[in-house]
């Protein structure tokens, strides 16, 4: 009997899945949102999916797994965009979809298994007056699992900065991968350890999260005559201290018009626009403070539209974060697009500077955020995409004009983040993942400790190779 089969005959009576075609579908994210990970992960597929409804259920399939050495990739609704979901080793799809419940709320927090819907987390929420502090433009599908496993931020880190800031997640209980599976409670520094860690080295199967006060943000659309006013508005507009607003997000002429496809008829194509999420209380605020600029003008605002317009139009936070790049890849597929940080103070010089030195070639998109209590802004610009080396040479000079790139190109966490060692979470994987079967191939600092960072090569992982 081969291993596969003999784990499948000890899981008897777990929702397993092992037709090729459902397998390879649930192996795969949004890795294609990149023309080189499409190269490289194309083929990428798992063995089995194992569906499990409980924690008891995860403990399970790992202790199973960990006897055979075979891989666990984990799974909660597959929107990740750098191939963080998917299984590079083979072996087992771990999907958390049905540990979906919303388990407690109370004043200031939410308790939820790690497979809920976000969006489902703040519908609950949203009963006694709260919501998330934020949360990604994939609410509507995305798990909170996968958000803290794999996400950084998105709507809402204008007021409460990224994930990775203390405070923006509470508690985690997370199951190891060892011999016999133990459950670890982890709150204060821990969260570290796993959090943004692609499920490398743990099990997220229970979240805490923090929440604030609930509103019916409006949707507003401004437009400008140029990008550089839409950059500087937002910017102004984000330092407003008394005016609440929930997303700020300048999206460079083309891209709206050519783009946002059921919003055009409001749109014009010479024009720049700000997507902006507003509190319903401070809308006679955010009209006078519009008002000081001549320049801006509103095209859009949800309290004002049409019933058919409310119920038809995507809202605008799909329309910000990487929704913009996915509705550009759906007019043009052949764009791409990078994660950028403009650094405060210099941002809207940076990014305006940069917008320019490329013209239609990098076109401009920028998220505001809190950054270690600054606001400043990240940039989702859109790539109209060449070559890899063209590519590799735009992302170059971001870096050479202050800019650091957290690059949508690779599928590790350390190329797509600090490029470093994370010591704190390769040190937890030797404890929690001694065998390396969570994830394979995503941490470097594991597959290959003498990997060199300042080199500029890319790390590719040997198994997938093979
Ligand atoms: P998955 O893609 O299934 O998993 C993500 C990673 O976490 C994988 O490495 C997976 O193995 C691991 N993982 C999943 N669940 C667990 C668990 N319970 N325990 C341990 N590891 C786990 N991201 C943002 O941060 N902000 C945005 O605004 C944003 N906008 C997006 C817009 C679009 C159109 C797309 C396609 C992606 C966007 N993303 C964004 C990326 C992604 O949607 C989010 O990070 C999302 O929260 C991921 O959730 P998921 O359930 O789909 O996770």
Not at 3 to 21: F, R
Not at 68 to 97: E, F, H, K, W
Not at 105 to 116: L, W
Not at 243 to 272: C, G, M, V, W
Request: with cysteine.
């Amino acid at each position: 009997m081969t291993d596969l089969a003999a784990l499948k005959a000890e899981l008897e009576g777990l929702a397993i899945e092992d037709n090729p075609q459902i397998v390879r579908q649930k192996s795969r994210d949004f890795f294609w949102y990149s023309p080189i990970l499409k190269r490289q992960l194309e083929e990428v597929t798992g063995d089995l999916v194992v569906t499990v409804r409980s924690e008891a259920e995860v403990i399970r399939v790992l202790k199973a797994c960990y006897a055979r050495d075979i891989p666990v990739t984990t799974r909660g609704a597959g929107t990740g965009n750098y191939g963080q979901a998917m299984p590079l080793s083979g072996g087992v799809v771990l999907n958390l979809a049905e540990m979906n419940q919303v388990l407690e709320i109370s004043t200031g927090a939410v308790r939820a298994e790690a497979g809920a819907i976000i969006a489902t987390i703040d519908e609950a929420a949203r009963k006694s007056g709260q919501e998330l502090r934020m949360h990604p433009s994939t609410s509507r599908t995305a798990t909170i699992g996968g958000f803290i496993a794999g996400g950084s931020g998105g709507i809402g880190s204008i007021n409460w900065g990224g994930l990775r800031d203390f405070g923006n997640i509470l508690k985690l209980r997370v199951v190891t991968m060892e011999e016999e599976p133990r459950v670890l409670e982890m709150s204060g520094e821990d969260l570290h350890k796993v959090s943004h860690a692609y499920g490398t080295n743990g099990i997220i199967t229970e979240v805490e999260m923090p929440l604030t006060a609930a509103y019916d943000w409006v949707d507003v659309l401004v437009g400008f005559d140029s990008f550089a006013d839409a950059a500087r508005f937002g910017d102004a507009l984000a330092n407003q201290d008394g005016l609440l607003t929930k997303e700020i997000a300048p999206i460079a002429a083309p891209l709206p018009y050519d783009y946002f496809l059921r919003h055009r008829k409001y749109l014009h194509s010479n024009q720049s626009v700000c997507a902006i999420l507003v509190a319903p209380f401070a809308m006679d605020a955010f009209a006078a403070f519009c008002g000081r600029y001549a320049d801006a003008t509103v095209l859009y605002r949800s309290d004002r539209a049409s019933e058919e317009d409310r119920k038809t139009l995507p809202p605008v936070s799909e329309l910000t974060w990487n929704h913009t790049t996915l509705r550009g890849l759906r007019v043009d597929p052949t764009i791409t697009y990078l994660q950028v940080l403009y650094p405060f103070p210099d941002h809207i010089r940076k990014a305006v500077q940069l917008a320019e030195l490329f013209g239609d070639e990098v076109v401009g998109h920028l998220e505001f955020v809190r950054f270690d209590g600054k606001v400043t802004c990240f940039g989702l610009p859109v790539v109209r995409y060449t070559t890899e080396e063209r590519l590799e040479e735009i992302m170059r000079i971001h870096e050479e004009h202050g800019c650091p790139i957290f690059n949508p190109h690779r599928y590790t966490l350390e190329e797509g983040g600090m490029k470093q060692t994370d010591e704190v979470q390769l040190a937890f994987k030797k404890e929690a993942d001694p065998k390396g079967l969570l994830n394979p191939g995503k941490m470097i600092a594991w597959e290959n400790p003498d990997f060199d960072f300042s080199s500029r090569q890319t790390y590719l992982f040997p198994g997938l190779a093979s």
